[in-house]
């Protein structure tokens, strides 16, 4: 089965600080996605990596980067957190998919981040 | 702008009713993904659909693609409590790697 992994169920942080998430794939998969969901916004793409030091924009990138240094580590940076980035962040792994695959993204179980 | 609109947000049903859910996307997408939230739990996937006319079946649940129509539809057999999570549709866009997400439907099974 594919594991995705998130560093930390619950993280509790303070304005201003810088934050680091962590996922971690075991599948070798090529892509990686970092999403946050909010009560009634579903889940909103921040950024997403399709290589080892690729990465690209989504709809919600602002305040937010990323690395991937290596393929199965991608890991998001809240560069100065503020409380409006309260959320839940899942990050999910795909395999490259063509126009007909039919693999979907894999989910980890999220990190629940409150920025106080 | 890519949208997906599912309709509707709340459902609640009794155990043994039958129900559809709807999934509407505004692009030519014809890949489409449902998948299955538990409360504080991650997403599950449940169902890829590839093409038009696709239709896959696991239980109570059976999806249904309509490209033209840019439609999709989660059908649930005669609930059991089981059942209940909110459930999203995301649709596969131009891309090869972004899906852009429904805002979920929560559904509650009552005894």
């Known amino acids: 089965d594919v594991k995705v992994t998130q560093s930390s169920r619950y993280l509790v942080k303070r304005t201003g600080e810088k934050v680091f998430l962590e996922c971690v794939q075991d599948m070798d998969h090529e892509n990686m996605f970092w999403y946050r969901q909010d009560p009634g916004l579903g889940l909103r793409l921040i950024y997403f990596?399709?290589?080892?030091?690729?990465?690209e924009k989504g709809d919600i990138p602002e305040g937010y980067s990323v690395s991937r240094e290596k393929k199965e580590r991608f890991s998001l940076i809240l560069e100065s957190a503020s409380t409006n980035q309260t959320s839940m962040y899942l990050c999910a792994s795909s395999l490259t998919i063509g126009r007909y695959s039919n693999q979907p993204q894999h989910f980890g179980d999220g990190t629940r981040l409150s920025i106080l | 702008e890519l949208k997906v609109e599912q309709n509707p947000l709340f459902l609640s049903m009794q155990e043994g009713k039958n129900y559809t859910i709807y999934c509407n996307y505004s692009?030519?997408?014809?890949?489409l993904y449902w998948y299955r939230q538990d409360p504080g739990k991650s997403l599950e996937s449940l169902f890829v659909l590839l093409s038009n006319g696709a239709v896959k079946q696991e239980g109570r649940l059976m999806a249904s693609l309509d490209t033209k129509a840019r439609l999709s539809t989660l059908h649930i057999t005669a609930a059991v409590h089981d059942l209940s999570a909110t459930y999203f549709c995301a649709e596969g866009g131009g891309s090869n790697y972004k899906l852009t997400f429904g805002k979920g439907t929560l559904l509650t099974v009552n005894p």
């Open positions: 990596s399709y290589d080892v030091k690729m990465k």
């Open positions: 692009t030519t997408s014809d890949r």
